[in-house]
């Protein structure tokens, strides 16, 4: 299987602590992946250490990462967007547009690709108001769109369902899936439910090391779970699905 990330001896180390160490990780192409752990595991160091921000040890399709952001191929969604700026929803989510070439050349992208995206997460009614006056949720879904605008064949998500009430979830885990052959995608989620039915493949995180990589049924296992999050976890199998429950008790030690 072809490989759309590679990483080998990746270490991250601020002022000298170690908060990432990866020495080996291969993320497959053509696949949704999406990385979960407990807060502080390393999960969103790692996205970005995949943009190549956190140095050498990183390869998309066995070249360098530089090559592909310059010619606009991945397109990024953090959890903090810039918000500020003096643009209404539609010039902001054009911004998408501009990524193949810098600020002076405009990618072309249909209106009815624009209108349709505007239609799918809520936002025609809102088109041209500011930005920066609507409310969380609805800049995160401008931000998805800027993103979606961008046509890039890597997507690169940093928790995408940040203050998206569970109807707005939904929907863009339905256009990723919809969207399957388009483009990767490489997200953050916390989540357990919607990582494991709308992923190919999994990459659970702790204290900034990989603890399993693999298929959801192989890695989303309740023991490892358990383990990892330090609270016993209920794995339900149902129609084909995976669903996850937190017990109502806590756990210092589990038993697999």
């Known amino acids: ?3 759309l990330f590679t990483v080998r001896d990746m270490q ?5 602590r170690c908060i990432l160490s990866v020495p080996q990780l291969d993320l497959p192409a053509n696949q949704h992946i999406s990385i979960i752990g407990p807060n502080g595991a390393g999960k969103s160091t ?7 921000l956190h140095g050498a040890g990183v390869w998309l ?41 810098g600020w002076f050349k405009k990618a072309l992208v249909s209106t009815t690709k624009l209108q349709h995206l505007l239609d799918v997460f809520d936002l025609r009614t809102l088109a041209q108001q500011r930005i920066g006056s609507l409310s969380g949720g609805e800049q995160q879904r401008a931000n998805v ?12 998500l940093d928790e995408p369902c940040n203050h998206l009430d569970i109807r707005h979830q939904h929907r863009l885990m339905h256009y990723l899936c919809e969207n399957h052959d388009n483009f990767s995608v490489v997200m953050v989620l916390h989540d357990l ?29 309740s023991e490892l779970l358990s383990e990892v999050y330090q609270w016993p976890i209920r794995r339900i199998e149902e129609d084909g699905k995976l669903f996850f429950r937190m017990v109502h008790h806590p756990v210092h030690s589990v038993v697999a």
């Open 145 to 156: 769109v800027r993103a979606l605008l961008q046509n890039a064949p890597v997507l690169l």
């Open 193 to 221: 439910t919607m990582a494991a039915n709308h992923s190919d493949f999994i990459v659970l995180m702790n204290e900034g090391q990989i603890v399993a990589s693999g298929t959801p049924q192989d890695v989303m296992r």
């Open 1 to 3: 299987m072809e490989n």
């Open 46 to 52: 790692l996205l970005r250490a995949l943009l190549g």
């Open 61 to 101: 399709r066995g070249k360098s990462v530089d090559s592909y952001l310059k010619r606009g191929q991945i397109a990024w969604v953090g959890q903090h967007g810039q918000y500020n700026l003096p643009l209404t929803v539609t010039e902001y989510v054009q911004l998408g547009c501009y990524s193949h070439g």
């Open 12 to 16: 991250v180390q601020p002022r000298g």
